[in-house]
DNA sequence: CGGCGCGTTGATTACTGTCAAACGGTGTGG
DNA sequence: CCACACCGTTTGACAGTAATCAACGCGCCG
């Protein structure tokens, strides 16, 4: 990995705890093989074994999954810095496919490396089962959302968690960020039909909390998309707490 | 623990991979506080901080976050044998409650006899990151099935998961087994209204697949009610892969 | 007996999906 | 340069799904 992309995860890891500098040079030695990908191209296929685990460095990726009949769900939205299919290490099968939102790019790094690493750095473990932890926080969140929410609040919810990851990995640009996803994508991320997602975000421009045109999101009132989404950011764990 | 309580924990973390004799005795030296609750009552409250980790030892707990207006929406049901809340010793601050379903009781392990364990062996730490990523599976599955899947799709694969999971720790009897729940219960799981519940519960019974009265449901065709819910278990990982 | 919790049913309302059509931007070939 | 196809967005009409409201039955327990 060269500068650029190890710093993400190095970021990532830190938000939570400091790495010693053995820590630090353990991860920058990583292997890694860089893949660029276009919009909706297969990172990981669903069903397939990976021999390396992919980590996102610039773009967004998707988690996504296939019914019989065609449908998709999407079950997680990833940014620079996130591991997307740590637990492939450990899991071995793919329960999910990886797709590219947008075009993007990530990191490959083989999963035997990372099982070394995890059998002689303790610390760094804990660190990188915390980032899975968290991972399965939003996860919940997302069932939250899915179960019991408006589908106005679902989509502010979604644009605040992006927001707050954003922000924390420091990609976001004032108070807007690129977001790529088609209308029908954002269905697959919602379970909402493209047509009911596109009633839905006129709605919710409606409000005045949120403008977005041309694949470009502006938060324009963060507390009150946070309040109406009933969005609290905690569950994210971006705050620092060393253990 | 005493034997039938660590017995649980040790089959769970043997299902995946084996334990070394010396692995089994810290498992078994681990402290456990063993508490009994009643059908609704808190085990763990959200927004706490525990100090302790809840196994379950018998009876179903599950995981529950309330919203503003009251409603609430569980995002996992868990059995004998889950570590229920593994993840509060990495976040601290717990993103849900956890709520008996039905009577239950469970074994609390201080989070400083397992974050010991796990500085001194990697091989149980990755058993137990494990656990984490399964139940992690298990909460990609439900978003699915909340976001794109019918009411009775939702409802058969909740059926398909819990009987495929206490079959595997052994406490299925034949073809059927206790669930507790109300409707109301039910419907916090699937995201639907009490009524709903008690309509699809009907359509349900009317395909012969399910048997479902008086808190006991019997599985009565597997093959076809996991057909009809896209039930696949593959994401269980209940097979044995050592690392 | 009477209240309470839970399950069940029917009527009504609200939400969401499907179908269909039109609009605008973009890239390609003639 | 224009015509055209393609993709994504937008809009309206309609159908199906699910929530809400209300009432009733049943068993349990004080």
Redesign the pocket.
Known sequence: MNKDERSFLINMLERHDNLSDEERQAIIALPARMRSFA??EELVAEDSRPEEACLIVEGFAARAQYLANG?RQISAVHIPGDFVDLHSMLLKTMDHAVIAVGPCRAAFVPHGNLRRLTETHPHLTRLLWHTTLVDAAIQRAWIVSLGRM??EQQMGHLLCELYTRLRAVGVIEGDSFDFP????M??DML????????????NLRSTGYVEW?D?RVRIVDYERLAEMAEFDPRYLNLWREPR
């Open positions: 919009s909706g449908k408006s589908a996803p088609t209308q029908a954002i269905g379970g909402m039909s493209t047509v009911y997602v596109n009633k839905t975000l006129a045109q694949r």
